[in-house]
């Protein structure tokens, strides 16, 4: 198979380039939207993946970069459709939908969403990376970066009564 070299700040870049205009039509299409719920729908699970887009390439291979980035959009989407809706919808039934309360246990769905997509892909690549502190620290600032822009646009305040 026939490999283009590209230079790695090139490869970067062009990584960069693909989440950012994700992330710009995403917003785009969403700020004609009426409704904060659901703009803050589409666009919190982008938020993890435009800062980890600008982190240095974990290989040399676009094409592996590539993979890496789809597969933390779809972890992120999923999760915040499987977990996160189900638990506003919870807080918001016992009338504890609050920044503070959706960020805690954002936070926390985080560490069970990381750590199910990774166990997932341990079966799938038929490796054992298991549960370590970096799963926890890892699904903590994805779980926390999701709900904190989720609770953001979306307009749930830090009063015991939520907007959504």
């Known amino acids: 198979m026939m490999s283009l070299k590209i230079p790695n700040k090139l ?6 380039s693909l989440a950012l205009v994700v992330f710009h039509c995403a917003w785009r299409y969403t700020s004609k939207m009426k409704n904060r719920f659901y703009m803050a729908l589409l666009i919190s699970p982008l938020a993890p993946v435009v800062p980890f ?5 974990v290989n040399n291979s676009i094409q592996f970069n590539l993979i890496i980035f789809f597969f933390a959009l ?3 989407y999923l999760g ?5 809706l189900p638990t506003v ?12 309360s959706l960020v805690l246990l954002g936070t926390i769905s985080g560490i069970l969403v ?6 997932l892909l341990d079966l799938f ?12 620290i890892w699904g903590a600032a994805f779980g926390f970066i999701v ?3 989720f609770g953001l646009i979306s307009g749930i305040t830090s009063h015991l009564k939520g907007n959504a």
Do not use: E, R
């Open 89 to 100: 919808k919870i807080l918001k039934h016992f009338n504890i939908l609050n920044l503070p």
């Open 114 to 119: 990381f750590y199910l997509c990774g166990f």
């Open 147 to 149: 709900s904190l822009t």
């Open 11 to 16: 490869q970067h870049w062009k990584t960069n």
């Open 53 to 57: 887009s600008f982190m240095p390439l």
């Open 80 to 84: 915040t459709i499987i977990i996160g």
């Open 74 to 76: 779809a972890t992120s």
């Open 125 to 136: 690549l038929d490796s054992k990376s298991g549960f370590h502190i970096s799963t926890v």
